[in-house]
């Protein structure tokens, strides 16, 4: 009796092969989809996160806010609060002093856009001298454009806020973000 050695042909070695490239081609396409997906989640989720600790910031100083007018490095009285549509300055209070130095617990801040960046700038002193610079602390990029509106007691938005004699009843940024289009937030103002 003679025995025939049995396997596979050629041609059912190809088909098997080109059934598991396909395979593996679907494998590697959806791993690809899903690392691309966690990558721009991941992204997102930091950017939401610095928003919200911008938000947070700018929240904090905000409701510290005090009537307390200061002198530029010029020795002119400045409003305690001065705000156009493009910046806001204003004194707050709550500057925490652990190491208990020789300075106010009252700190002049102001926040306004620089090259797609959102800047918040603080004086060591209130009444500045000449030589007065301020510190300037990077919140976000990636900011298209920024806008500031104040609302008055008789509940009608301006674009700025100088030496008025109406009362501050709000204040809202409006921000353009690169990715994420246009938000708004709302700060009340409580005198």
């Keep these: 009796m003679i025995k025939f050695m049995t396997g596979f042909t050629l041609l059912e070695l190809l088909v098997a092969l080109t059934v598991f490239a396909v395979i593996a081609v679907m494998a590697y396409s959806g791993l690809n989809t899903v690392l691309n997906a966690h990558f721009q989640i991941k992204q997102q989720a930091t950017q939401l ?8 910031r700018l929240s904090h100083d905000i409701e510290q806010y005090v009537q307390r007018p200061i002198r530029n490095q010029y020795g002119d009285v400045e ?22 130095q020789n300075r106010s617990f009252l700190q002049r801040v102001a926040y306004h856009l620089q090259d797609n960046k959102l800047i918040r700038s603080y004086w060591f002193v209130l009444d500045q001298a000449q030589d007065s610079k301020p ?57």
């Design 79 to 100: 409003p305690s609060i001065n705000g156009t549509i493009e910046q806001l300055e204003f004194t707050r209070s709550g500057w925490r002093n652990p190491a208990q």
């Design 49 to 56: 996160a610095n928003l919200q600790r911008v938000f947070s």
């Design 135 to 191: 510190i300037l602390m990077n919140l976000a990029d990636n900011i298209n454009d920024m806008q500031w509106h104040y609302l008055n007691d008789k509940l009608i938005w301006q674009t700025e806020w100088l030496n008025t004699s109406t009362r501050l009843k709000a204040i809202k940024i409006v921000l353009k973000i690169e990715g994420w289009g246009k938000i708004e937030r709302l700060f009340q103002i409580s005198e």
